[in-house]
């Protein structure tokens, strides 16, 4: 059954070629934010912990790429690597100082780490990262100008950290840290140390957002302050309850359905933003129902 709906999800991920044009630049773009909503997903997952402050590894990873390879995209094996740092670095900045917190402060300290890394992209250092106007001409890596081969190239990306998030939550670690989402003080007795696991598990959360916000950043071809806008981490977080957030495909999943439906209604209705709310409070009432049920359901995919 797993293997139909992974080969479900391959095809449905193709389909997008054979159209070409508008919708395949939107899947480009549902890649992109799908690597975004999973790092998200993927800290929910193994730490229960919630954050409002992706937008900082997301959009951050972005402008990483951005002013490194607008004159010369042979940079981009250099951007990469340094985009993933700066998801890593931040994210232990930020935990190590965070993480001595539990439930909405954790959530508010991420909230104002994010606000921070924004107020100084837009107003610190306007002529380099080009203040309220962000940066533009930001080229695609070399051999994959083309949006056929770009968006291939990151769906294959996207499927391939799918399929590591889907082994790293089989292994050792893995159980280790979904024991410590579902009874950290138990694990704490036990002699495991807690803080020190919710560091790594919120560092590679880190890198994951970054890559994503690279991926945009290609896709689009620039990048704005927004990026780093809370409200950037809002549309991740919602992208991942949407998508059901504990299984392994829930931020693709949900990123899909969200551009979807903003592409569509915004095509027949100038009050889509109402339409789409009203669809996102019946989701999450859905999903909060349900996950009542299946929030101590034991591991796998």
């Known amino acids: 059954m797993k293997g139909i709906l992974w ?17 395949l630049r939107l899947a480009g773009e549902a890649v992109a934010w799908a690597m975004g909503a999973t790092s998200l997903a993927f800290l929910y997952r193994t730490t229960g ?28 094996f250099l951007a990469l690597p340094l985009a993933l740092f700066w998801g890593v ?13 539990h439930g909405i402060y954790f959530l508010m300290l991420t909230l104002a780490f994010a606000q921070l890394i924004y107020v100084l992209v837009k107003q610190g250092f306007p002529g380099i990262t080009g203040g309220d106007d962000g940066l533009t001409g930001i080229p695609r890596p070399p051999g994959l100008e083309g949006q056929a081969a770009y968006y291939l ?13 889907r082994a790293f939550l089989a292994s050792p670690l893995g159980l280790v840290l ?3 989402r579902l009874n950290e003080r138990r694990l704490e007795a036990l002699g495991w140390d807690v803080r020190r696991y ?17 991926w945009l950043a290609g896709q689009r071809g ?5 990026d780093l806008a809370w409200t950037t981490s809002g549309q991740l977080l919602v992208m991942a309850v949407v998508g059901g957030i504990r299984p392994v495909y829930a931020g693709a999943l949900g990123a899909v359905v969200l551009i979807l439906l903003e592409a569509t209604l915004s095509a027949y209705t100038n009050l889509w933003n109402l339409f789409l709310g009203i669809f996102l409070m019946v989701a999450a009432l859905l999903r909060l129902r349900r996950s009542k049920g299946a929030e101590h359901a034991p591991s796998g995919a």
Do not use: M, N
Request: aromatic share 10%; charged share 5%; proline share 4%.
């Open 89 to 101: 670095a931040s994210a232990v900045a930020l935990g190590w100082l965070g993480l001595r917190s």
């Open 198 to 214: 919710k560091l790594l598990a919120f560092a590679l959360s880190g890198s994951l957002a970054a890559l994503g916000g690279v």
């Open 178 to 180: 979904d024991a410590l």
């Open 7 to 23: 080969a479900g999800i391959v095809l449905l991920g193709l389909g997008p070629l054979a159209l070409g044009g508008y919708p």
């Open 222 to 226: 620039f990048v704005h302050p927004h």
């Open 49 to 76: 912990l919630v954050s409002l402050g992706h937008a900082a590894f997301f959009g951050g990873g972005a402008y990483v790429a951005a002013l490194l390879t607008r004159e010369d995209p042979a940079y981009y």
């Open 153 to 165: 190239a990151g769906l294959g990306l996207l499927l391939g950290v799918l399929a590591l998030y």
